[in-house]
């Protein structure tokens, strides 16, 4: 055992040192995950025979016995190194292949090649280095592992001069020597063709904006926030305003920027901002959270309806107030401010749809947040169209939709038990997908009934269209994903309670998790007494904080005083109808999975009839605590008419929106259909469709219009 000694000249007393002397040690076991093939693991530390606890810092892969399989070798503190070996079983039929690079004189171990095995059906690469993990270095053989597979179909070999071999038909079950002195020059080849589906459009031809963010800091109001509300980027509005028979895109800004309308030029001379004047930029101080363009007031012209929902407002103020533009024709707007009622509190979800028969679209407008007191919800609101003006009648025909209880992030109006009336779809964070059956007479809420279970989540998008050829609207939901800090199942729920635990006035937000079928605390004592200052206070020590449920935490009657919310899944999924009002869910393939959806579009992209979707999203900035969800790449997903959707990754389809991507809009160009794609803090990005034979079905994001017909 070492022993700690003062150094010359330290402050360090003794009695302190005896202090850290005297810490106890914890012992915890190494893991060992086993990849299951699709992106997902399991944890095979007990049945592998990884589960001896000790202090780990260090480890090592290779086939010490040359039977083909990696051994490992642990470095330990205060104990010997651990050697495991790979014991194959006495069924095992896997086969493998080693490869020992030997490079020219400049670099003898080949480092920086590059090696892509097909065997069996199956791609593998690998990147030629020893060196991975903390202070380890590994065999200088690659290994590769083939499964069942005989013999290896290609091996390719690329190495750091730019020379490169192919090795075909390769028997398994050795190593394999490979030189750099037998590889060829590369041939030059011709440019790479441009992607078959999806072609990035040149920043020239789309509109010249770069989101910009106010700047201001959420968690100086909320410290524990799980991300920042204020960061939810540009908002994107397509229609034809000046009637010249091309789209034109408003995007909606920050409180400091408001919003611009870019009208789209023919003959393939992009966007230009209009020099109409746009009276939303006078309008300062407003939050752009949601944005629709539709015809407000018959005259066949596409008006533009502005949700407003500032996170650093005041609950109820008049800088949350939702907007109307009337379009005077030629893309010029006018502010109607008698056309809405008052609509003090923050929105962003907007939804138009004749939702009483009588021709005129009427809205829905979905309460986002209370400001500065996450996650408590706001009201929704229910519009009618009365030729123009609109009369709220939510308590008269929708009282449910007044406290929906959770923060609504999208909606869509569609006739979900085909009676012929639109009903009503929303979406939201600590919130199922809720469904609201449209009787004639009123909405009623008809959740528990459509045959869905429990699905509360983090929804943040909704798109609905007809994916299996029935007739019947199908829906697409965006959720968090599977690849988060958070995670949440049957077993063990993500949830919250939310109230003021400091008698400050201010609503402290404490996540939780279920640990052995505890309810505790999700943040450890650090972050949670940094803020309540009361559980600091509770208990002096981590020791005594480790033992306690949330109920300990907070105090049982703060506990049934709070909001309490649960999330059941995190996973984005598809929702077939089923034509008697009811639904089936089927969560989305995994590699949609990886990031949360904050956008989507359905549309044939491949032109074989069956409607695919386009999925995006990340959420950049969340809570220090937690990593970003940057996985997100973008993804398109193949339909095959039944319901059921291949991913087709983006080197392959050429759709990649990698940034912090905040949603999705289709547009019609003289070229064909564009993805364009919104992202907080960056310029627009736009992908042109290269090979539509179909036009796009339906899209939703924070926006959407929908008749019953």
Do not use: C
């Amino acid at each position: 055992m070492f022993r700690l000694r003062r150094a010359e000249g330290s402050k360090t007393s003794r009695r302190q040192l005896q202090t850290i002397e005297a810490l106890p040690g914890i012992r915890v076991p190494n893991y060992l995950f086993r990849n299951n093939g699709d992106l997902t693991f399991t944890n095979r530390t007990r049945e592998w025979g990884l589960e001896q606890p000790g202090f780990s810092y260090g480890a090592a892969l290779a086939d010490l016995n040359n039977d083909g399989r990696l051994d490992l070798v642990v470095n330990n503190i205060d104990a010997p190194a651990a050697i495991y070996e790979n014991v194959r079983p006495a069924n095992d039929s896997t086969h493998y292949l080693d490869i020992a690079l030997r490079g020219n004189a400049a670099n003898l171990r080949g480092l920086g090649a590059t090696l892509t095995l097909v065997a069996g059906g199956q791609r593998q690469y690998l990147y030629h280095t020893p060196y991975h993990g903390y202070l380890s270095s590994m065999a200088d053989r690659e290994h590769f592992g083939v499964g069942s597979a005989q013999h290896v179909d290609s091996l390719t070999i690329n190495w750091p001069d730019g020379r490169s071999q192919v090795l075909t038909d390769v028997a398994v079950d050795r190593v394999l020597t490979v030189r750099q002195e037998d590889a060829t020059v590369a041939v030059a080849t011709a440019a790479p063709r441009p992607p078959v589906f999806f072609q990035p459009i040149d920043a020239r031809h789309v509109p010249r904006y770069k989101h910009e963010e106010s700047g201001l800091d959420d968690f100086a109001l909320q410290p524990l926030l799980p991300y920042e509300l204020s960061k939810h980027g540009p908002v994107l509005a397509v229609s034809d305003v000046n009637g010249d028979g091309l789209e034109d895109v408003f995007i909606g800004g920050s409180a400091t920027g408001g919003g611009t309308l870019f009208l789209q030029q023919r003959h393939g001379g992009g966007f230009v901002e209009t020099r109409e004047s746009q009276p939303w930029k006078a309008d300062q101080g407003y939050d752009v959270t949601g944005a629709l363009f539709f015809d407000a007031n018959g005259d066949g012209r596409p008006d533009l309806y502005l949700a407003s929902g500032d996170y650093h407002r005041a609950p109820v103020s008049g800088l949350l107030q939702d907007r109307l533009y009337i379009n005077r024709g030629g893309g010029r707007f006018v502010r109607d401010t008698t056309a809405l009622p008052p609509m003090r509190t923050a929105t962003a979800a907007v939804a138009a749809g004749d939702f009483n028969g009588d021709g005129k679209p009427d809205l829905f407008v979905g309460g986002r947040l209370l400001p500065r007191n996450y996650p408590l919800p706001t009201r929704s609101y229910l519009l009618r169209n009365d030729g123009g003006h609109f009369t709220d009648v939510t308590e008269q025909l929708a009282p449910e939709l007044v406290n929906p209880g959770g923060m609504i992030t999208a909606a869509v109006w569609i006739d979900f038990d085909g009676d012929g009336r639109l009903d009503l779809v929303t979406a939201g964070e600590w919130m199922p997908l809720q469904f609201f059956r449209n009787e004639g007479s009123g909405f009623r809420n008809v959740t528990a009934s459509v045959g869905l279970g429990a699905m509360r989540g983090w929804w943040f998008a909704l798109a609905a269209a007809d994916f299996n050829h029935d007739g019947r609207a199908d829906l697409i939901a965006g959720n968090l994903g599977l690849n988060h800090t958070f995670t949440t199942s049957a077993a063990g729920r993500l949830g919250v309670y939310a109230g003021d635990f400091t008698g400050n006035g201010q609503t402290d937000v404490v996540l939780t998790r279920e640990v052995a079928s505890r309810e505790v605390p999700f943040f450890g004592l650090a972050t949670l007494g940094g803020t309540i200052y009361t559980i600091g206070l509770k208990f002096p020590s981590y020791a005594a904080f480790s033992q306690a449920d949330i109920n300990a935490v907070l105090g049982g009657s703060a506990t049934a005083r709070s909001v309490h919310y649960e999330v059941d899944t995190f996973a984005s999924v598809y929702l077939q109808n089923n034509g008697n009002g009811t639904f089936t869910a089927a969560p989305l393939p995994l590699p949609a999975q990886v990031s949360p959806i904050r956008g989507i579009i359905a549309a044939d992209v491949d032109g074989d009839g069956n409607l695919d979707i386009v999925v995006a999203g990340n959420l950049y900035d969340t809570a220090p605590q937690t990593a970003p969800a940057d996985a997100g790449n973008g993804l398109w997903l193949r339909g095959d008419g039944h319901g059921h959707f291949m991913p087709v990754p983006p080197g392959e389809s050429g759709f990649f929106a990698p940034y912090d991507v905040t949603g999705l809009a289709p547009l019609k160009t003289p070229a064909g259909t564009a993805v364009l794609v919104a992202s907080s803090g960056d310029s627009l990005q736009a992908f042109l469709i290269r090979r539509p034979r179909r036009g796009v079905a339906t899209s939703s994001g924070s926006a959407s219009v929908s008749s019953p017909h």
